[in-house]
């Protein structure tokens, strides 16, 4: 497959050309990386080149990213020894950049040739890292374009030179928001960075000017050239010691250690910023490797990139024709249906939305101005935007608007009662062929079907708050759920650019039946006497972003009363929450009840900013001999991840993909882990379920083993090995 092709003009400039065949975007694979080095080879010997301009065939962008198959292919390589082979295979393709950035020059920096890079567009991961090593890189004016190095945000970080160049292009403190962030930039902003070069209407163009007019010092790397210093000092300068020491901590008190990449960047810029440029090339693909083979980076790669993206497109859609929302109707402008309509109209969809007066629902309306307001200080939308937004909400308390719709959502009252007169009100005015949904958060789906003359038109759309920030929207299927349905939830969180899963009905559907045991946990051994600082600090040192008592705080402590109460009544006798409940009902009674109040299990002050824990909490619950660290985090977890294993055996999920992405975008199960099933499969499932034994023991049935973990272990095998992928499809 040729993804590479090279023409040389009379001027004597090549102009290579990167095109993948059959995608939309270039992806490097190993056999482009040949092919471009072949070329480069050529162009370099060839005495009819002058120069060489570096380009893509595709509209709009250079390059994607890698091909994930490199790095597997690299690692089957290596045998017996996949760090060898990680290790040779980086290696490799260092010297093909460092080939395009020498250029052919000899030691003392004469006779090479400029190359340039012109990019169309977006340029990512090793489509930015390319660029890096040419001589100038020009950008298209194209304000939709994304330049930078996302790396990090799968748990890897930029391993073909791009950490070593842009630390020696922009200093480690100015580089730390592209690397340690995995910052993006549009071309203008990328410029100002110091990122890119030049930004104009044809890049083309502008760099083979540029190659044609380059002088010999123009090609020399800053680093490359006799006394380079690191823009703000080299870790043994001054300012660059206070960077260095600072970056330290920063990461640190980011990442709580559990996240190895950022740990083995750093290491990398630090070790690199000592030595020479080669030297330091070799650095950063040690750790690189070293990153490679940490099971959470790929079990990171496999839920943050591979199957969020899979589910993004559609891997469990019904095969339904497109149902594109065109008309939505929102019921309810309160804090989740505002957030609803202020999405959709942001992906350019017509939205009604409906509350019991004009007022209320002028206010829910409101929520889109003030959001964009927010938007245009900080440069970050246009008024032209926040007008177009705007114009397309209309805020009613008159059902009759809703003629037209295609997609109704209610998210008025949590009452089942409310939420029927609703649906009955909706039906009178909805097209016949509308989907309705509801975005309950606790109400059985099938249950609120009954409203509606059409269960196969009704499903339940499920956003987490606040909607405009969070990515993730559980579509529950309802037991006469249709297949129309699904498509249509399916399509309409691909318009808003959301991520979904599919889950069946069943008590707090996925996620929030994940999440109340890990709170309820964390409560549980507040009165057990363990200190409440362990407990949060346990929760975070294992990577949850909140402590389960920040989090009831957060959620409101009234909230968990009312499930509390309500499952109650619901499960009778086999209610097994008591010890919960003695805990977060006191607080009730104290006026504890959560930020919102002020008071929670923390303090707040005035303003509403959390303080220190509440020592209420030491004098009420005294603390005893404390467990330890390991036993708190592995209660915290554990049973998060039996629920989803429960959710799994009881056909709540039928695909662990969506387990895993729900989980970390959800409520952020420790993203280093790749999910709940990822976690299990790291640990193994045979010490899993060994753990689990002991936690069941010690602390109750709730850790007991399920059916599903305990044949697993016995068969020795992980939860991707059975229900992986190919599984799932062949299912
Ligand atoms: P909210 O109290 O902020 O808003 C509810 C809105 O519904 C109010 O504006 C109210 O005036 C309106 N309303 C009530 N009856 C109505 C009627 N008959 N016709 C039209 N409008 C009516 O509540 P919320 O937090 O936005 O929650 C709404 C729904 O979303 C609930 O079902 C809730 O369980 C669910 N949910 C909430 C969250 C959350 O974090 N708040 C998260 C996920 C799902």
């Known amino acids: 497959m040729t993804e590479f092709t090279m023409s040389t003009d009379a001027d004597g400039v090549a102009l290579i050309v990167w095109d993948t065949p059959g995608k939309s975007m270039n992806v490097m694979s190993i056999e482009g990386f040949h092919q471009l080095s072949r070329l480069v080879d050529d162009a370099l010997a060839d005495e009819a080149v002058t120069g060489i301009v570096l380009t893509s065939g595709k509209a709009g962008s250079f390059a994607g990213g890698m091909d994930l198959g490199v790095l597997a292919k690299m690692r089957e390589d290596g045998g017996d020894d996949p760090a060898a082979g990680i290790l040779d295979g980086i ?99 990328a410029k100002a960075a110091g990122l890119i070069d030049e930004v104009c209407d044809d890049p083309l163009a502008a760099a083979k000017a540029w190659v044609l007019a380059a002088k010999p010092a123009d090609i020399v790397k800053p680093w490359d050239a006799k006394g380079y210093k690191m823009p703000g000092g080299a870790p043994y300068h001054p300012a660059g010691f206070m960077t260095f020491v600072g970056a330290s901590a920063m990461v640190h008190g980011k990442t709580k250690g559990v996240y190895p990449a950022a740990k083995a960047m750093l290491s990398a810029v630090y070790e690199g910023a000592l030595v020479p440029f080669d030297t330091a090339l070799k650095i950063e693909a040690r750790w690189f490797t070293s990153v490679l083979l940490n099971p959470s980076s790929a079990a990171m790669i496999r839920s943050l990139f591979l199957s969020k993206e899979a589910l993004e497109k559609g891997a469990n859609r019904p095969d339904v024709p497109p149902q594109q929302v065109r008309k939505l109707g929102v019921i309810g402008a309160g804090m989740m249906g505002a957030g609803i309509a202020l999405v959709s109209a942001m992906a350019g969809i017509e939205v009604v939305l409906v509350d019991q007066s004009k007022a209320a629902a002028d206010k829910g309306r409101d929520h889109t101005a003030a959001y964009m307001d927010k938007g245009i200080a900080r440069r970050k939308t246009t008024p032209e935007q926040k007008a177009a937004a705007l114009a397309l909400i209309t805020a009613t308390d008159d059902y009759a608007a809703l003629e037209g719709c295609d997609l109704i959502i209610e998210a008025v009252f949590e009452d089942p009662k409310i939420k029927a007169e609703v649906t009955a009100q909706v039906l009178r005015h909805a097209p016949q062929d509308c989907i309705f949904a509801t975005n309950t958060s606790t109400l059985p789906i099938s249950q609120l079907a009954k409203a509606s003359n059409n269960p196969e038109q009704f499903i339940g759309i499920h956003f987490f708050s606040p909607v405009e920030k969070m990515a993730l929207v559980e579509i529950i299927k309802g037991r006469a759920t249709g297949a129309r349905a699904v498509a249509k939830a399916l399509d309409f969180v691909r318009q808003i650019r959301k991520t979904p899963i599919v889950v069946n009905d069943a008590r707090f559907f996925y996620a929030n039946r994940c999440i109340i045991p890990y709170i309820n ?211």
């Open 521 to 731: 946990e964390g409560i549980r051994m507040v009165a057990e006497g363990v200190s409440p600082a362990l407990i949060e600090n346990a929760a975070k040192l294992v990577g949850m972003p909140l402590g389960p008592l920040q989090l009831v705080d957060e959620t409101s402590i009234d909230l968990g009363v009312k499930i509390a109460k309500a499952t109650r009544s619901a499960m009778g006798e086999a209610y097994p929450d008591g010890a919960v409940d003695e805990v977060i009902f006191w607080m009730a009674d104290e006026g504890r009840l959560g930020r919102k109040a002020k008071a929670g299990f923390y303090d707040y002050d005035e303003a509403g900013k959390r303080g220190l824990l509440w020592d209420g909490l030491a004098a009420k619950y005294p603390a005893g001999p404390q467990p330890p660290l390991i036993e708190v985090q592995q209660r915290l977890l554990f049973v998060q991840a039996l629920e989803a294993v429960r959710a799994l055996e009881d056909g709540v999920l039928s695909d662990i993909r969506e387990g895993d992405v729900g989980a970390i975008l959800g409520w952020g199960f420790a993203p280093w882990s790749g999910g709940p099933f990822g976690w299990l499969d790291m640990l193994g499932t045979p010490y899993a379920a060994e753990r689990c034994e002991a936690l069941a023991q010690a602390h109750g049935a709730r850790f007991a083993c399920p059916d599903l973990l305990r044949e697993m272990a016995e068969d020795g095998i992980g939860f991707y090995q059975r229900f992986g992928p190919a599984r799932t499809a062949a299912a």
């Open 91 to 189: 290696l490799q393709i260092h010297t093909i950049l460092r080939k395009i950035e020498r250029a052919g020059m000899d030691e003392r920096n004469k006779g090479g040739k400029p190359i340039a890079c012109a990019l169309p567009g977006t340029a990512l991961g090793i489509g930015f890292e390319i660029p890096l090593a040419c001589h100038r890189i020009f950008a298209a004016d194209n304000p939709k374009a994304k330049i930078g190095l996302p790396e990090i945000m799968v748990g890897i970080f930029p391993g073909a030179g791009g950490t070593t160049r842009l630390v020696r292009k922009l200093g480690a403190m100015a580089a730390s928001p592209y690397l340690l962030e995995g910052k993006l930039s549009d071309p203008k902003k």
